[in-house]
């Protein structure tokens, strides 16, 4: 059981070129979540989605797109990389209980993002 | 969403009780107060979970005062492993629309354990 997966773990980009994350989570969890976290803060959230197909914006999504075609993956993408989303991006994972949604996420070990 | 407010470091030595005390003035009715734990290189990990009173789990223990204004993580008898940056995430739990109320992480507290 591997939790949530993300790949790469490390990558670095020029300006204006462009890049996806992947998440996978084998959990059969409704909730993904893509964050990230810049040094010595704490997580901003940038998107989730409550379920296949659907996707919501969170506090930062300027710069970024996702897509949640199949239940257990969820991609971030950055289409023209600027040096400003350089950061650590973490996906997590959260299943819903009666109705719940407030439920413990499970986390990635992150992708760390350098954009020159 | 309540804003919460947590003192930015701590230190402590091994085996002491260390208490974390997260406030959020502004809790609503709904919100359940959450705690996760972080260390270097890794995503947040889940410790635990609270609406009132006290919780607790093998790890910690979650003390919430009757107001909810408050809550306080209470780690028994640290260890150097516990060194790590504490989060309280304050957040309500209708589903699915308000999904993404429960997810603002704030600066934390990091907590360092001395010999």
């Known amino acids: 059981n591997a939790g949530v997966t993300q790949t790469p773990k490390f990558r670095v980009l020029k300006t204006g070129q462009s890049m996806t994350l992947l998440c996978a989570q084998d959990?059969?969890?409704?909730?993904m979540y893509w964050y990230r976290q810049d040094p010595g803060m704490g997580l901003r959230l940038i998107h989730y989605?409550?379920?296949?197909?659907?996707?919501a914006k969170g506090e930062v999504p300027d710069g970024y797109n996702v897509s949640r075609l199949k239940k257990q993956n969820f991609l971030l993408g950055l289409e023209s990389a600027a040096p400003s989303q350089t950061s650590v991006y973490f996906c997590?994972?959260?299943?819903?209980?009666?109705?719940?949604?407030?439920?413990?996420?499970?986390f990635g070990d992150g992708t760390r993002l350098s954009i020159l | 969403l309540a804003k919460t407010t947590q003192p930015i470091s701590m230190d402590s030595y091994e085996g002491q009780e260390v208490n974390i005390t997260c406030s959020h003035n502004?809790?609503?009715?709904?919100?359940?107060i959450t705690w996760y734990q972080q260390f270097p290189s890794q995503g947040p990990r889940f410790i635990i979970q609270?609406?009132?009173t006290k919780v607790t789990n093998e790890v910690a223990s979650l003390f919430i005062p009757a107001d909810r204004k408050s809550s306080t993580l209470s780690l028994p008898r640290v260890s150097l492993s516990d060194t790590a940056v504490y989060y309280c995430?304050?957040?309500?739990?209708?589903?699915?629309?308000?999904?993404?109320?429960?997810?603002?992480f704030g600066g934390g507290t990091r907590l360092m354990v001395k010999p």
């Open positions: 997590a994972s959260s299943y819903i209980l009666r109705g719940r949604t407030n439920q413990p996420q499970h």
């Open positions: 959990m059969n969890h409704e909730y």
């Open positions: 989605s409550v379920g296949e197909g659907t996707t």
């Open positions: 502004n809790i609503a009715t709904n919100d359940y």
């Open positions: 609270g609406y009132k």
């Open positions: 995430l304050v957040g309500d739990n209708r589903a699915p629309q308000n999904a993404g109320n429960m997810l603002t």
